[in-house]
């Protein structure tokens, strides 16, 4: 019954299966997904498949290619065939916003592929984005933990698989984007990946798609690199090129809390985020959407001037 689930979770997460419902049942997710963005932050840019007019979809000189590589374990063929037949990758809504969006030297490949544990990669030699199948199966079973713990609806576990796939996706996109547009990056390369992957769930919104949900979406991302967490860490850990699963929530919550403090303000509250790192977020939030519309824009195609100039007029925003 377990994989009879999660391959209905793949379904919902590559948009087959119908736009899912607003969470219900945790206390943090289920008041998140219930109060809007203020309209002083702008918060889309680039709306995922653009429509004309008449409601027809623009088409787009297309820059990425997907792939589902089939993998060699029985346990995860069934996984491989409903992700290649639902389109997984190319139906996420921030790729498919991004997909002729920028001028590339080469295209990019996304991919699923067995892997032999969790993980999901850019590949540079070979241009490529790994999406693991077994994160796939791993980040159902956390939701489903979550469900049957929490008492929560029964569609929580595909909502929670389906946003924390976008939020995997687009952190190992900025990877490619950084490489392939030669992009500086003066910090932690891990955590500026972290940023962007959160402020282009927050900019590039699937057209069904509310602020809440949006921002719901963000919040169980940010429950999965908490989850990781052991509060015990080696030489190793402290050492590696990712921060900490607790240093990652709370910089996540921090650009949440940031787009809107009036409205998330019981974060600070509930534990989500101290006092003191919350006085900054807002401007550390503004900051990094800043930088990398500065980084970004010069590499927009051309078809996209439209967008550029309302970049513009947030980059001259007087804050």
């Known amino acids: 019954m377990r994989m009879i689930a999660l391959l209905v979770a793949m379904s919902v997460a590559a948009g087959c299966v119908g736009v899912p419902g607003p969470v219900t049942g945790d206390r943090s997710v289920r008041e998140a997904v219930q109060r809007p963005i203020s309209d002083a932050w702008p918060r889309t840019l680039v709306r995922a498949k653009q429509r004309s007019a008449g409601g027809a979809p623009v088409p787009a000189v297309r820059a990425f290619e997907y792939a589902y590589a089939p993998p060699d374990s029985p346990g995860l063929q069934q996984i491989h065939v409903r992700v290649r037949d639902a389109d ?82 687009l952190h190992e996109t900025g990877h490619a984007l950084a490489h392939l547009l030669d992009l500086p990056v003066t910090g932690r390369q891990e955590d500026a990946m972290d940023q962007l992957a959160a402020i282009l769930m927050l900019r590039f919104a699937d057209l069904d798609e509310t602020s809440a949900q949006v921002i719901g979406n963000l919040r169980m991302a940010a429950d999965w690199l908490l989850s990781r967490s052991t509060g015990a860490y080696n030489l190793h850990a402290y050492a590696d090129e990712h921060a900490l699963g607790e240093q990652r929530y709370f910089n996540l919550q921090c650009l949440i809390y940031g787009t809107d403090p009036a409205a998330f303000a019981d974060m600070v509250d509930a534990g989500d985020l101290t006092p003191a790192r919350a006085q900054g977020c807002p401007r550390e939030t503004r900051m990094a959407t800043r930088a990398w519309l500065r980084l970004l824009l010069p590499h927009l195609a051309p078809d996209f001037e439209l967008y550029e100039d309302e970049a513009q007029r947030y980059l001259q925003h007087q804050w």
């Open 88 to 169: 997984l990758l190319h139906r996420l809504p921030e790729v498919q916003a991004m997909d002729g969006l920028f001028v590339l030297p080469r295209r990019l490949r996304y991919v699923t592929a067995e892997c032999g544990e969790f993980g999901a990669f850019y590949r540079p030699a070979e241009t490529e984005v790994v999406l693991c199948y077994e994160t796939l199966r791993t980040l159902y079973e956390r939701g489903l933990e979550q469900q049957q713990r929490g008492g929560l609806d029964d569609g929580y576990p595909l909502r929670y698989v389906r946003a924390n796939i976008r939020f995997i996706v």
